[in-house]
């Protein structure tokens, strides 16, 4: 005699084979509370509707945690950041002026894909740069006078807090497996450690006691870590 199983059936027993075999069998199934089936529906239907509703909700708990303020804040500061790299890519020219079409190869760095235009995205700031066109048509993009004014007070924002800079390099390159780190790792996160532009041609070679410069085989340059500071070596929180 053959006894035909039905297919939820069959799909609950691979279910629970699945959950046992990865040790959850148990709490999936213990908080799963019993409710009558209805006519033509399927266990393992039942078992796939309390999973996703599970994770719906933790979805939503997740998105009440979100705080506004700070999204805010971290937009504003995508959009400095890029106004401050061209605003510093315009300071190390000569004459402080770049073509538009020049600007054009830092398109990664902003984050500006096509087909945006990168002089569209400079007239948002008008008080900070200026755009104009030579006998032969070609657009030019400067700084203005207000720009140039919080560069040097950027400059010297940068100037007085060298030592706090230093001291959050020479943290990270404490924790670092080899005590060292690519200068081109470094690079990525200059702005936030508050390291000026050319920090590879002077600055690093300000503060001998904490780091140096070293030049691998490979030819890839490094900065590693002179002197260990016990007293960095813990969080402030600690």
């Not at 209805?38 to 939503?60: A, H, I, N, W, Y």
């Not at 959009?79 to 398109?107: C, G, H």
């Not at 993009?141 to 040097?152: K, V």
């Not at 690519?182 to 996160?189: G, Q, R, S, Y």
Request: glycine share 4%; charged share 35%; aromatic share 8%.
């Amino acid at each position: 005699m053959v006894v035909q199983v039905p297919k939820g059936e069959v799909l609950m027993g691979r279910l629970r084979s699945w959950l046992q075999f990865n040790g959850n069998a148990h709490n999936v199934f213990a908080k799963m509370p019993e409710r009558n089936v209805l006519p033509g529906e399927s266990p393992f239907r039942r078992v796939c509707v309390r999973l996703m509703t599970t994770s719906k909700r933790v979805q939503d708990r997740s998105k009440e945690k979100k705080v506004r303020e700070l999204e805010v804040a971290t937009e504003k500061w995508k959009i400095a950041s890029k106004v401050m790299f061209l605003m510093e890519m315009l300071k190390s020219e000569p004459d402080m002026i770049m073509t538009v079409r020049s600007l054009e190869q830092y398109r990664r760095q902003i984050n500006l894909p096509k087909p945006h235009k990168i002089s569209d995205f400079i007239r948002k700031s008008p008080k900070l740069f200026e755009l104009y066109k030579d006998q032969r048509g070609v657009l030019w993009c400067g700084l203005t006078n207000e720009a140039e004014e919080l560069l040097d007070e950027h400059d010297r924002l940068l100037e007085e807090n060298g030592d706090k800079s230093a001291e959050h390099v020479t943290r990270c390159l404490m924790m670092s497996v080899d005590k060292k780190l690519p200068l081109d790792k470094i690079v990525h996160f200059r702005r936030d450690f508050g390291l000026p532009l050319d920090f590879r041609i002077n600055w690093v070679h300000k503060f001998p006691e904490l780091f140096k410069v070293v030049k691998l085989e490979d030819g890839e340059e490094y900065l590693e870590l002179v002197s260990w500071n016990p007293a960095w070596a813990i969080t402030e929180l600690e």
